[in-house]
């Protein structure tokens, strides 16, 4: 496993396609209250846009990554991964099969199974994988009345895109334990080990899971925060802005349970935490003339983020709430403050734990998304130079350009529908041309070592797509 293969996995995979269900070959007791043809096992018809709810099974258990999940944790990439962490106590599936599996509950199988959710996986059920019951609650508390269950809270609300992320981010960014539910992280060790890093992006997940819900419904559902319906056209940017929310939340409260575990004696996280910061701080080729340098000597001081050499705190999942913030108020703020706070507390080899928990606790509260969604995703995209340039910065760029993209098409097709014809070839042309162009950003950001935001390769084609969309606004 190569350094570049271990961030790879994670970056914009292409939309899953829609093709025919090859029926379920993945049943077990886990999910017989969900499975029956009757219920969500119905096979999936070629036109039926209405039966989704009745075929959400079959199109979990042949095409969702979440049915393998824990038959992952048997093949030889996570024997790799255990052995490397477990060495030299050898833990071996052949020869001690029990203390393999125990390590597996303990350490992997809480995300890659159903547990926490009120059952251990030794119940035998842990092979269903990542199943119904893990993104919709256990279907025992309001198996007859799913309206009484969502009400009383016993099954997961996944309709509104705020708790739907959270449902996701307790697995795809990590959580401490709360409420009966066991801590969940993959650390620098478990990546060091092998397992791919998480870059973890709502949207770009959301839209290449085969969906097994109505997609038009789903669309139709998202409202304005007043109540008006808004259709189809703002799925993408609401979508991605909530993610982005959610998700820089949900890393916050991981960094506070790991600065909790400062000097303590906490087996779940630890302190400092190798995987809070940077991985290109550490990871890089000496070359002279790199970009880092170029890049730090182009920023004016007062915007330098630390001084050159340093360690790089939050360059994933806070840029763009923090641009999102910032673009509501121009000005500095308090809220860039305590982000900026914070990254000089964790430019330290070992950072001040208690100053830390003061900062997120300010900063916390104040992750509002602005009310703008579609406004806020085309401002971010278009201001690349807000950002210092670091891969995961330009990779969430990226991924912010891509859903507006995603939103400008949705806003075509929708005023297609009402009849709009006019202009229509050119907005299809300008769509297809920044789609080829989105393309070829992505494929320069497939290699964090050898990509150079500062290259003409990169600069030039960031141009070129910001051309074509603004051919498309309006
Ligand atoms: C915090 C949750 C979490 C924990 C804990 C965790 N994983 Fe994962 N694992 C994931 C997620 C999420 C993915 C998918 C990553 C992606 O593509 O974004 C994944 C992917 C993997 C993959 C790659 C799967 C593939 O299809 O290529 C392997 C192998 C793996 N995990 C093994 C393990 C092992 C072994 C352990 C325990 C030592 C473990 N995982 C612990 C969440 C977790
Ligand atoms: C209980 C933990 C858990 C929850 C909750 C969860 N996932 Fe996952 N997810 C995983 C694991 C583990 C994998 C890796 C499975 C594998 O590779 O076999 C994964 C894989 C994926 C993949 C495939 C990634 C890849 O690299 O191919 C996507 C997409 C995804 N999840 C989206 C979502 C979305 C969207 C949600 C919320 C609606 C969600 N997941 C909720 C654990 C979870
Ligand atoms: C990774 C998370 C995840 C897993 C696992 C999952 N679902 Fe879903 N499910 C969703 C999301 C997201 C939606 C769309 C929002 C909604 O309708 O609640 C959805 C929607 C549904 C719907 C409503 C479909 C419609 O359009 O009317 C049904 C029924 C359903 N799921 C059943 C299941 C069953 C049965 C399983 C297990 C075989 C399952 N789900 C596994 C996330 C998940
Ligand atoms: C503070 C410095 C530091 C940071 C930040 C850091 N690492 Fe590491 N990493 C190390 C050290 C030290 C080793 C051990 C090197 C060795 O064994 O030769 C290592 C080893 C690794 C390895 C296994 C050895 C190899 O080169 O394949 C991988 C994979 C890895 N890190 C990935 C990451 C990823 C991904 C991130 C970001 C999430 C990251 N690291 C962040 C210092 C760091």
Redesign the pocket.
Known sequence: MTFTAVFL??ILMPAAEPTAAQGAAHVSLGMNSCTASACHGGSVTATGRQREWNSSYTVWASKD?HA?AYA??L?D??QR??AR?VFPEKVDPKTTPKEYQS??EK??A???ATIGEGRPSSDGFAEDGVSCASCHGVAGDWLGDKHAGRKSGQMKVTQQLEPRAKVCVV??V?SPAHNGEPA???NHD?IA????R???EFLA?LNSLPAHWDLEKDRQRVRQPNGVKKGQANFAAEAWLTGQFVAANAALELLEARAKADGGTDKDHAWPEFSEVSCYACHHDLRSQSYRQKLFQREKPENRRSPIGSLVWGTWYSPMPRQALLAQQPAATNDEDSWRQLERAMRAIHPDSKKVLALTAALRPKLVPPANPLQTVERLAKNLSALQGDWDEIAQWYLAATAWHQALREEHLESQKNGDPVKSGEREAALRESQATLEKIRRQLESPLEFDPTGEAFQGAVKLLLQQLAKLEG
């Open positions: 996995t994670a990554p393998d992952v944790l093949g990439r996570s991964i255990v962490l390590f597996l350490r992997c809480t995300c890659h697995c795809h990590g969940r992280e993959v478990l080990a092998g397992h791919p998480l870059n973890f997940y």
